[in-house]
C-alpha cells in the first residue's frame, strides 16, 4: 500500500472562481516562495480553518468505501457459491 498520495503534490490552477478565490486565499497564508500553490496545502488550510468541512468528506468517502466493501463481499460470497453449486 502506498504511504503518499501524490495528487497532494500536484499545484492547483485558478481556473474557476472557487479555485481562485481557495489559491489567492492560500496562497496569503502559506505564501510558499515559488508561489504554486499545491492540493496539499489547501487540505492544511481547510484542516485547520474548516476542519468540519473536510471531516463530512472523510466521513461520506468512508462510509461508501465500507458499504462497497460489504456488496464486493456479498458479490465474492456469490461467486463462490454458484461454482460449488456446479
Keep these: 500500500m502506498e ?3 501524490p495528487i ?3 499545484t492547483v490552477l485558478g481556473d474557476n472562481d472557487l479555485k481562485e478565490f481557495v489559491v489567492n ?3 496569503g497564508i ?3 516562495e515559488d508561489g504554486n500553490i499545491t492540493v ?3 487540505v492544511d488550510i481547510f484542516a485547520e480553518q474548516f476542519p468540519e ?3 463530512a468528506v472523510a466521513e461520506e468517502n468512508f462510509i461508501r468505501g465500507y458499504n ?3 456488496l464486493d463481499i ?3 460470497e456469490q461467486a463462490v457459491k454458484d461454482v460449488s453449486d456446479e
Aim: aromatic share 12%.
Design 25 to 27: 486565499y492560500v496562497g
Design 53 to 55: 468541512f473536510l471531516m
Design 40 to 42: 496539499e496545502m489547501i
Design 8 to 10: 497532494l503534490d500536484e
Design 74 to 76: 456479498e458479490a465474492h
Design 68 to 70: 462497497q466493501a460489504f
Design 30 to 32: 502559506v505564501d510558499p
Design 3 to 5: 504511504d503518499s498520495n
